[in-house]
């Protein structure tokens, strides 16, 4: 395998419903007020509920472009932050400055903005970045094995089961340090015409 690493600079990604914009130290605040709305629904993933854990998650995400291109959500009916994701673990094995395989991860979205249409179009819009524009071989998408609600939503979009992964990840549901089984998924080149098509008729409300 050759890694190389270069920075994966930042951009912004717009859609009908939702904007992707570069994370940075200015939404911290927006983001705590976001975080705050029905926390349960955070059980599976990392959300800082404070002010100092909140900049300190921010500033561990934007430390080094070379492992994490973080975005922010912003709903474009309401102009409301409404979460974050990211594009994380790129691989270079073309010797190109783009990334040849990237994950699609670190998402969480208030409860106020699951089950609508921003998530599936940020999926849309993250997964037509590495196709189209980077030209990826591989995009994976990965959750807690446990977490029956995103393992539904990655197979929604058409992503193939790869496998678990025992104790490869920390969990988020924990106080200390302790491992989590991930569950794999993946979407190659081949298969992103047809997934293209899909989440786009499911923006459009067809069938």
Same mark, same amino acid.
């Given at each position: ?17 939702? *904007?992707?914009?570069?994370? &940075? ?26 002010? #100092? ?7 561990? @995400? ?6 994490? @291109?973080?975005?922010?959500? *912003?709903? @474009?009916?309401?102009?409301? @932050?409404?979460?974050? +994701? ?19 991860? %670190?998402?969480? $979205? ?5 089950? +609508?249409?921003?998530? +599936?179009?940020?999926?849309?819009? $993250?997964? %037509? ?5 980077? %030209? ?13 609600? &995103? *393992? ?25 340090? #302790? ?18 098509? *899909?989440?786009?008729?499911? $923006?459009?409300?067809?069938?």
């Amino acid at each position: 395998m050759r890694r190389v690493p270069h920075p994966l600079p930042p951009i912004t990604l717009t859609g009908t419903h939702v *904007r992707l914009e570069p994370l &940075s130290t200015d939404h911290v605040d927006e983001l705590v007020r976001v975080a705050a709305i029905d926390r349960s629904t955070y059980r599976w993933t990392v959300v800082p509920g404070d002010r #100092a854990a909140m900049s300190a998650y921010v500033d561990d @995400l934007l430390a080094d472009p070379r492992r994490a @291109l973080p975005f922010v959500q *912003r709903r @474009l009916d309401t102009g409301e @932050l409404v979460g974050c +994701t990211r594009f994380m673990f790129p691989y270079w094995w073309r010797g190109r400055s783009e990334p040849d395989e990237v994950e699609i991860g %670190g998402t969480w $979205l208030a409860a106020t903005a699951q089950c +609508t249409a921003v998530n +599936t179009e940020a999926k849309l819009l $993250l997964l %037509g970045h590495a196709f189209d524009t980077w %030209g990826v071989w591989r995009v994976a998408i990965c959750t807690d094995a446990r977490n029956e609600q &995103s *393992r539904r939503a990655i197979e929604r979009i058409g992503a193939t089961f790869e496998g678990v992964l025992r104790r490869h990840r920390p969990r988020a549901d924990v106080d200390r340090a #302790a491992p989590r089984d991930t569950a794999c998924y993946s979407v190659v080149a081949d298969e992103w015409p047809d997934i293209r098509a *899909r989440l786009r008729a499911r $923006l459009t409300g067809a069938p």
